[in-house]
Each structure stands twice: as structure tokens, then as C-alpha cells.
């Protein structure tokens, strides 16, 4: 066995229960471990609630920073928004349940943690997957395949479920003592919840919760509306960013109306008045609106009368509106708001 060195571990670190139990279980046995978190675009904590007014009471925090604090290791966070971009919109291994890949995000991320680890001269890889939790990535056919095709092999280990599989190389090797390992699996999470109580944390992101908006049915929504209104399977940051932002409606193919709730929202969707057309309420207090598309004079129009039925100039004849080009241009309409009946529930994107 190979017991002459002082091997080092980088874990993934999602700001979940998981790894952070993973990672412990690993620290308790010695080992230097230190923790590594892709930034996609899609896992945004706090972004919503920092946004909007009725959230800011909120307790805020980037999960994955917290959990290293509380175990008191070093986190490496790489931006990997470009590169993640294949992994979306090209998934070998195909979609969840919506436009979530998991099976294939986990290969990528597992290969990205690897070529770090080769790059520093770390040992080998933790990660907190559990067998038969996530129905797409962590079923007992798949552990194998995501150590094979991320080229990680007997390199990653998983603290959590480890006996339920082959040994790795940390274990061969005489790093890690596997019965101090653990045999969890289902999607049963009381024995996490004991072992985190054992361990004495508290505190930690709810126990399954996941922060991925690609998870989310309305947003893989939204984020499949876009594709299809731009005939283009891509994305910025922009662009993500904004769809987690107001009411998306669609009253025509070639135009979508994007209408603040709140003030918080307000405030936000005004950033973006440089890259849409921006409407807001003159004669009454009302919403901010983006029109993404491209919009005729009748159309502008309809997103005039849309916009000012969500003010409250809704029982109004008229409500006179502000709109503003892109290049500052502005002028002014008048326009009766839309009635009830007249706003249709296919225009919810």
C-alpha cells in the first residue's frame, strides 16, 4: 500500500448537505482537502431574493462559500459559463425531466474537477452523490460512467455511498480506511440528517434542495420560449439572468413583453434599458417593461395596453405610457388598458 505520501483531496462542493458530509468524512480521516465549485450561470442563489423587495428579508448567502467556512477548507470558484454551454445545449446523455442534463453536467464537472486536480498535484476527487437519489445521474448504472467518461476512473470517491461500490484508488492505496465510509442510498435522507446532527452542523441549505434553475419547470420554460422566439439554441449570461426576472408574456411570435412585479423588479429591468425597448407608466403608478423581439407600431401598441392593465390604471379609460428606444429615444402613448378577457393564458410564457 502506498503510505508514504500526504495525499490531498479536491471535493465538489455544491453548497448542498451532501458534500458538505462527503468532505467531513474525508477531513476526519487526515486528509487535506479543499474544495472546488463551478460557476454555470444557473446556480444563482440569492439572485431573486436580492432583486425583490418582499425577499430582502431573506437570509442571503452563496451556499458553497458557507459550507467551506464551516469546515474550514479553501474553495477554489472557476467560471465555467462558456464552456458550459456545449454541456446544455449538446447533452450526450439527454435531458431530466426538463432542460436539466445532469448526468452529462456531472461527467463535465467531475473532468473539470480532475484537470485541476492533475494541474495542483491533488490525489483524487470527492464528491457527495449518493446512489439512487437523483434519478438521472446518480443511479447505480451511472457511477461508473461518470468516473469512465470524465476520465477521473478509480481516482473519485464517494463518501457517502462508497460501500455500495467498488473501492477507488484512495481506498486501495491505504488514504482512506473504507469502513469508516459510509452505504447510503435511496432518496431516504434521514441517515444525512443524522450524520450531519452527529458532526454538529446546523444551519445547512434544506436537505434535496438543489439550486439549478434548469430543475425548474417554469424556467426551462422560459428558457425554451427564448430559443425557439430567436430560432438560436444559445444564450448569455444576460439572458439567463433576465428569465428569472418578471412576468414573461408573449402576445405574438416575434415579441415578448417582460413586466416587473414589484419595485425591486422595477429597478432591475430599468438596467436593461440600453438592450430593449423600455415602457413605464406616466399617468399612473405602474410596472417596468422590457419588449424583447421585434415589435411593430400595433404591436407596441398591444404591449402598451398589456402593460397598463398590470398598472393600476387598470379600470381607466386610458393610460398614457412612456417609451424609450434603446438609443434614448422617447415618446409617449395613449391607450385604453387590456381587459381581463383579453389577455390570454397562452401568452404566459
Not at 79 to 96: Q, S
Not at 219 to 242: G, H, V
Not at 317 to 343: C, F, I
Amino acid at each position: 500500500m502506498l503510505t508514504n505520501i500526504n495525499p490531498k483531496a479536491i471535493s465538489l462542493i455544491s453548497g448542498g448537505l451532501d458534500s458538505m458530509l462527503a468532505t467531513k468524512v474525508i477531513l476526519d480521516q487526515g486528509i487535506h482537502v479543499e474544495g472546488i465549485n463551478f460557476f454555470t450561470g444557473f446556480c444563482v442563489e440569492g439572485h431573486t431574493q436580492a432583486i425583490r423587495k418582499k425577499d430582502r428579508q431573506k437570509k442571503k448567502r452563496n451556499n458553497a462559500l458557507w459550507v467551506a467556512e464551516q469546515l474550514g477548507i479553501k474553495l477554489h470558484i472557476i467560471d465555467v459559463i462558456d464552456e458550459y454551454k456545449n454541456v446544455l445545449l449538446n447533452p450526450k446523455h439527454g435531458y431530466g425531466q426538463h432542460l436539466n442534463p445532469c448526468l452529462d453536467c456531472k461527467i463535465f464537472m467531475v473532468n473539470k474537477a480532475k484537470s485541476w486536480m492533475e494541474e495542483h498535484a491533488f490525489d483524487f476527487i470527492i464528491t457527495g452523490e449518493v446512489i439512487g437519489q437523483r434519478p438521472k445521474s446518480q443511479r447505480k448504472e451511472t457511477m461508473p460512467l461518470i468516473a469512465k467518461e470524465s476520465g477521473a476512473f478509480e481516482k473519485l470517491l464517494r463518501p457517502l455511498c462508497a460501500k455500495n461500490l467498488p473501492e477507488t484508488l484512495p481506498e486501495q492505496a491505504g488514504w482512506v480506511v473504507r469502513e469508516k465510509l459510509y452505504d447510503f442510498h435511496g432518496r431516504n435522507r434521514k441517515p444525512q440528517i443524522a450524520l450531519a446532527e452527529s458532526f454538529g452542523f446546523t444551519g445547512y441549505s434544506q436537505p434535496a434542495g438543489g439550486c439549478c434553475f434548469l430543475t425548474d419547470k417554469t424556467y426551462a420554460k422560459k428558457l425554451a420560449d427564448l430559443w425557439q422566439a430567436r430560432n438560436k439554441r444559445d444564450y448569455e449570461l444576460d439572458d439567463i439572468m433576465l428569465l428569472k426576472a418578471g412576468r414573461h408574456l408573449r402576445p405574438k411570435p416575434h415579441f415578448k413583453v417582460i413586466i416587473s412585479r414589484e419595485e425591486g423588479e422595477n429597478h432591475y429591468l430599468s438596467g436593461y434599458r440600453r438592450d430593449f425597448i423600455l415602457m413605464t407608466t406616466l399617468s399612473h403608478p405602474g410596472p417596468v417593461a422590457l419588449i424583447d423581439g421585434t415589435p411593430d407600431k400595433g404591436d407596441l401598441e398591444l404591449a402598451a395596453r398589456l402593460v397598463a392593465r398590470y398598472s393600476q390604471g387598470r379600470d381607466a379609460e386610458l393610460v398614457t405610457l412612456s417609451v424609450m428606444q434603446p438609443d434614448g429615444t422617447r415618446s409617449q402613448l395613449t391607450v385604453p388598458p387590456l381587459l381581463p378577457m383579453e389577455v390570454s393564458d397562452a401568452w404566459h410564457v
